[in-house]
T-cell receptor, first 117, second 110 residues
Framework: DVKVTQSSRYLVKRTGEKVFLECVQD?????MFWYRQDPGLGLRLIYF???????EKGDIPEGYSVSREKKERFSLILESASTNQTSMYLC????????????????FGDGTRLSIL | GNSVTQMEGPVTLSEEAFLTINCTYT??????LFWYVQYPGEGLQLLLK?????DKGSNKGFEATYRKETTSFHLEKGSVQVSDSAVYFC?????????FGSGTRLSIRP
């Protein structure tokens, strides 16, 4: 079974801090994703990565950056945390499939509930 | 562009009732379709999938059929249990990413 591990289940940080959320997958997947989940707003894509050192902005990248130095690890960085970034953060990975796109499902970690005070 | 619309919740049913959660989609080409389930305090888990028209995905008593003519992928279960209480997400896979519906919260009364 695919395992996607997020480094923390719960995290509390202060406004203005630089925050790192780590995600590791063990199935050699090319694609990795970061989402935030808020009540009434569903899942919103922050950033994704097709492969090592590659990254693409999702729907709400402002205030965030990412790093993919190794294939198994995808980090989300809050450059200067703000209270409106309090949320549940979900990491996912999937196989890239064929050159024309992927019909593969995403596999999710258990999430990090981040509170910014 | 591609999109997914699923019925709004919350949905509350009694144990052993029949469940339907509606999902319709808009897409170019031939996307794959998925249902995910999220139990309290956890991430999303893949429940079932279908990759082409008329495919039926099934798992844990849940079923959904990929209907191209009605652009639908409705989730059904014949007899729900209290343990099925969760949030359910319909999703479609395009070339670069997966698009999720807004989620439907399901609560089952004993």
């Amino acid at each position: 079974d695919v395992k996607v591990t997020q480094s923390s289940r719960y995290l509390v940080k202060r406004t203005g801090e630089k925050v790192f959320l780590e995600c590791v997958q063990d199935m050699d997947h090319e694609n990795m994703f970061w989402y935030r989940q808020d009540p009434g707003l569903g899942l919103r894509l922050i950033y994704f990565s097709y492969d090592v050192k590659m990254k693409e902005k999702g729907d709400i990248p402002e205030g965030y950056s990412v790093s993919r130095e190794k294939k198994e690890r995808f980090s989300l960085i809050l450059e200067s945390a703000s209270t409106n970034q309090t949320s549940m953060y979900l990491c996912a990975s999937r196989s890239s499939g064929t050159a024309y796109g992927s019909n593969q499902p995403q596999h999710f970690g258990d999430g990090t509930r981040l509170s910014i005070l | 562009g591609n999109s997914v619309t699923q019925m709004e919740g919350p949905v509350t049913l009694s144990e052993e009732a029949f469940l339907t959660i509606n999902c319709t989609y808009t897409a170019t080409g031939y996307p794959s379709l998925f249902w995910y389930v999220q139990y309290p305090g956890e991430g999303l888990q893949l429940l079932l999938k279908a990759t082409k028209a008329d495919d039926k995905g099934s798992n844990k008593g849940f079923e959904a059929t990929y209907r191209k003519e009605t652009t639908s992928f409705h989730l059904e279960k014949g007899s729900v249990q209290v343990s099925d209480s969760a949030v359910y997400f319909c999703a479609l896979s395009s070339a670069s990413k997966i698009i999720f519906g807004s989620g439907t919260r399901l609560s089952i009364r004993p």
